[in-house]
């Protein structure tokens, strides 16, 4: 298996624009979680999903953040508008919750620069 | 809530001088306990874990005992190598639950 794969690696934009980070996780897995890192706040978890379906979207920091999963192999994090505050590393990870639940898996990240 | 806290860093030690990265957790119940490593430019990655007090999860070198009366999972390695330069996470998982609570991770350096 490929693993957890991550699009774009590398995303510069400039604020106001939208921005789209990809995420396609691992074959059979039906945990997906989509992550935000920097070195102020650390590791902070934005949503997850079971099954396709959001969980847990305490973390997404404002109505400008927008995740959906439309299948099991695909999930999108969408910000709109960005801002610079924004630029942080976007990890999305996978898990298969019932088998062993607390082992994920992760994606490289997008490394995201808001001019 | 739930909370993992861990021992500042940066650690910075020589190559194969022994390494403790404490870590000490709350949380209500029974959790499982996991070490998480990233290393530079990548994503994280399971080191080990432990399912139970008393539990030891060991991995590439690295061990941590689920330790229930302190409410710690220290890590521990004996003899470290430069490529062990990383950050180290530790997390929690509560028992039935599906999202992970981690520390704000160590980073450690090795010289050569």
């Known amino acids: 298996d490929a693993g957890v794969i991550q699009s774009p690696r590398h995303e510069v934009t400039e604020m106001g624009q939208e921005v789209t980070l990809r995420c396609k996780p691992i074959s059979g897995h039906n945990s997906l979680f989509w992550y935000r890192q920097t070195m102020m706040r650390g590791l902070e978890l934005l949503i997850y999903?079971?099954?396709?379906?959001?969980?847990?979207d305490s973390g997404m920091p404002e109505d400008r953040f927008s995740a959906k999963m439309p299948n099991a192999s695909f999930s999108t994090l969408k910000i709109q508008p960005s801002e610079p505050r924004d630029s942080a590393v976007y990890f999305c990870a996978s898990s298969w919750a019932a088998r062993d639940s607390g082992k994920l898996f992760f994606g490289s990240g997008t490394q995201l620069s808001v001019l | 809530g739930d909370s993992v806290t861990q021992m500042e860093g940066p650690v910075t030690l020589s190559e194969e001088a022994f390494l403790t990265i404490n870590c000490t957790y709350t949380a209500t119940g029974y959790p499982s306990l996991f070490w998480y490593v990233q290393y530079p430019g990548e994503g994280l990655q399971l080191l080990l874990k432990a399912t139970k007090a008393d539990d030891k999860g060991s991995n590439k070198g690295f061990e941590a005992t689920y330790r229930k009366e302190t409410t710690s999972f220290h890590l521990e390695k004996g003899s470290v190598q430069v490529s062990d330069s990383a950050v180290y996470f530790c997390a929690l998982i509560k028992a039935a639950g599906n999202k992970l609570t981690f520390g704000g991770g160590t980073r450690v350096l090795v010289k050569p």
């Open positions: 999903f079971n099954n396709n379906v959001p969980i847990d």
